[in-house]
């Protein structure tokens, strides 16, 4: 069973900066791309950053230029470097690893991690 775990997450005041970590554990056979989403109350799930097995990544514009996603390919984990933290990236964090176990692509979700900023 595939598992995916978040970590680093938590309070901080604005202009602070936080790393969250993400492991996958399971059988996966191969791992397309690796991502952050987040989600503030009230609001829809939104893309953070993706980070692609080829290298390529992506990032919102409201986090670009602060925000930064890495991998460690040998532990199967993915990074999101948080700078310069904003109140309005106060969101509980996702991971997703889209990968396959199996014949097709599946997305694979963590419980999510809460990131909190102040003013």
């Known amino acids: 069973q595939v598992q995916v775990v978040e970590s680093g997450g938590g309070s901080v005041q604005a202009g602070n900066s936080l790393r969250l970590s993400c492991a996958v554990s399971g059988r996966l056979l191969e791992i397309n791309s690796m991502n952050w989403y987040r989600q503030a109350p009230g609001s829809e799930r939104d893309l953070v950053a993706i980070?692609?097995?080829?290298?390529?990544?992506h990032y919102a514009a409201s986090v670009k230029g602060r925000f930064t996603i890495s991998r460690d390919p040998v532990a199967s984990t993915v990074f999101l470097q948080m700078s310069r933290l904003e109140p309005l990236d106060t969101a509980l964090y996702y991971c997703?690893?889209?990968?396959?176990?199996?014949?097709?692509?599946?997305?694979?979700w963590g419980q999510g991690i809460q990131v909190t900023v102040s003013s």
């Open positions: 980070l692609s097995t080829s290298g390529y990544t």
């Open positions: 997703n690893f889209r990968a396959r176990a199996g014949i097709g692509f599946d997305d694979y």
